[in-house]
Antibody, heavy 127, light 113 residues
Framework: EVQLVQSRAEVKKPGESVKISCKGSGYSFSTHWIGWVRQKPGKGLEWMGIIYPDDSTTSGIRYSPSFEGQVTFSADKSIDSVYLQWSSLKASDTAIYYC?????????????????WGQGTTVTVSS | DIVMTQSSDSLAVSLGGRATINCKSSQSLLYSSNNKNYLAWYQQRPGQPPKLLIYWASTRESGVPDRFNGSGSGTDFTLTISSLQAEDLAVYYCQQYYSAPFTFGPGTKLEIK
């Protein structure tokens, strides 16, 4: 079964750091782009960006301008995982974060929908 | 950025009826070299992650009932759900993947009348 499994919920204080994960199984993980999507409480979906696990250097990462500089994407293809991290959280980062697999298989072309989604990781930031 | 709008925040339809959800993009999503519209539809049930229903504007994802149909081209798109069932209660989002950032519409909440 093709699936993405995300790490458990996090509760943090403003200014703290956190790194959440998304682990793939049932398919060739390194050859599909993975996207991150934010959903604030009671709100819609926001596209944060994508990462290509087989090349997680700058050429294999695309950030939405709204999130660039605020978060960092990374990957460890040896364990079929990608990560989303913050170095200094704010209360406004409180949300559910989803990872999703882009349907196409290409290192250079990423214009695809997301067909497999993780269950979501809730990040709560509160003093 | 491409701005995606959906014509209704919410929509109430009777069981067995038909729901029509409209989505509009601020620029064309039709790529002339391959004649594909870079538009997807997702369903998000309460407490669940999004689920892909339709991609390339009209291609149904594997396993999605044929009650769900996508249509449209260019800047105007429609998701039609026929023979509405209680399990269709959800929020429906359109998303463009023509140009990064791949923006979503604000969502349309489908309620059962």
């Amino acid at each position: 079964e093709v699936q993405l499994v995300q790490s458990r919920a996090e509760v943090k204080k403003p200014g703290e750091s956190v790194k959440i994960s998304c682990k793939g199984s049932g398919y060739s993980f390194s050859t599909h782009w993975i996207g991150w999507v934010r959903q604030k409480p009671g709100k819609g979906l926001e596209w944060m960006g994508i990462i290509y696990p087989d090349d997680s250097t700058t050429s294999g990462i695309r950030y939405s301008p709204s999130f660039e500089g605020q978060v960092t994407f990374s990957a460890d293809k040896s364990i079929d995982s990608v990560y989303l991290q913050w170095s200094s959280l704010k209360a406004s980062d409180t949300a559910i974060y989803y990872c999703g697999r882009l349907t196409g298989r290409s290192s250079t072309y990423y214009y695809y929908a997301m067909d497999v989604w993780g269950q979501g990781t809730t990040v709560t930031v509160s003093s | 950025d491409i701005v995606m709008t959906q014509s209704s925040d919410s929509l109430a339809v009777s069981l067995g009826g038909r729901a029509t959800i409209n989505c509009k993009s601020s620029q064309s999503l039709l790529y002339s070299s391959n004649n594909k519209n870079y538009l997807a539809w997702y369903q998000q049930r309460p407490g669940q992650p999004p689920k892909l229903l339709i991609y390339w504007a009209s291609t149904r994802e594997s396993g999605v009932p044929d009650r769900f149909n996508g249509s449209g081209s260019g800047t105007d798109f429609t998701l039609t759900i026929s023979s509405l069932q209680a399990e269709d209660l959800a929020v429906y989002y359109c998303q463009q993947y023509y140009s990064a950032p791949f923006t979503f519409g604000p969502g349309t909440k489908l309620e059962i009348k």
